[in-house]
């Protein structure tokens, strides 16, 4: 069956430091990619995705997140982390081929030290 | 930009009683939704497949009777908690891709908490 792993349950990082959420799926044809943010009581927003093409994508709010084949991987990162970017952070594969319906990962819940 | 709102955000409910939770895509068409629910720290578990005009589509292992969805119309999904029970508390999320563009992003509602005393 597809999965999705979130190995870091809990991240705390000081503001103004570089963030890496990391994010496996389990082998097969490679899926569609997201990384969502659920901020609390809210629903989730789209911070990017991939689908095909370069591996390093770009989102909104200064994330970006590279797809490695070889390791089954699609971390996200930041280069310098705000207060405001601690929320719950979800990984999602889609293997159907419509990039609808989703598998999420556990979430990583991030805390922004200031 | 397409917003999917969801209704109500929050309610309480006696063991027993059914409770309806409102999906409604605002500014676009979707001829599919999706419904969710999310336990406390934990992650998001598709239900169900909302098809307007036809059966919903249920994923392994969640009631069909216990969680009726309606798809009534382009704008409208509804998903209806039947004889709550205190385990059914929990956050339930809708989403819906934009019609016509298959590859496009999932709009998610904000979610209803659901607690059932």
């Known amino acids: 069956a597809q999965s999705v792993t979130q190995p870091d349950i809990h991240i705390t990082v000081s503001e103004g430091a570089s963030l890496e959420l990391r994010c496996n799926y389990s082998?097969?044809?490679?899926?569609?990619l997201f990384w969502y943010v659920q901020s609390p009581g809210q629903g989730l927003q789209l911070l990017l995705k991939?689908?095909?093409?370069?591996?390093l994508v770009q989102g909104i709010k200064g994330f970006e997140a590279e797809f490695k084949r070889s390791q089954s991987s699609f971390n996200l990162r930041k280069p310098s982390v705000h207060w405001s970017d601690a929320a719950e952070y979800f990984c999602?594969?889609?293997?159907?081929?419509?990039?609808?319906?989703?598998?999420f990962g556990t979430g990583t819940q991030l805390k922004v030290e200031l | 930009g397409a917003v999917v709102s969801q209704h109500p955000s929050w309610v309480i409910c006696k063991s027993g009683t059914s409770v309806k939770i409102e999906c409604r895509s605002l500014d676009f068409q979707a001829t599919t939704m999706f419904w969710y629910r999310q336990f406390p720290k934990q992650s998001l578990m598709l239900m169900a497949t909302s098809n307007e005009g036809s059966k919903a589509t249920y994923e392994q292992g969640v009631e069909k009777d216990k969680f009726l969805i309606n798809h009534a119309s382009l704008t409208l999904s509804t998903l209806t908690v039947t004889s709550a029970h205190p385990e059914d508390s929990s956050f339930y999320i809708c989403?819906?891709?934009?019609?016509?563009?298959?590859?496009?992003?999932?709009?998610f509602g904000n979610g209803t908490r659901l607690t059932v005393t």
């Open positions: 989403s819906a891709p934009t019609k016509g563009s298959w590859n496009s992003p999932l709009h």
């Open positions: 082998y097969g044809a490679t899926p569609y």
């Open positions: 999602a594969v889609d293997y159907t081929g419509g990039g609808n319906k989703l598998t």
């Open positions: 991939y689908f095909s093409g370069d591996t």
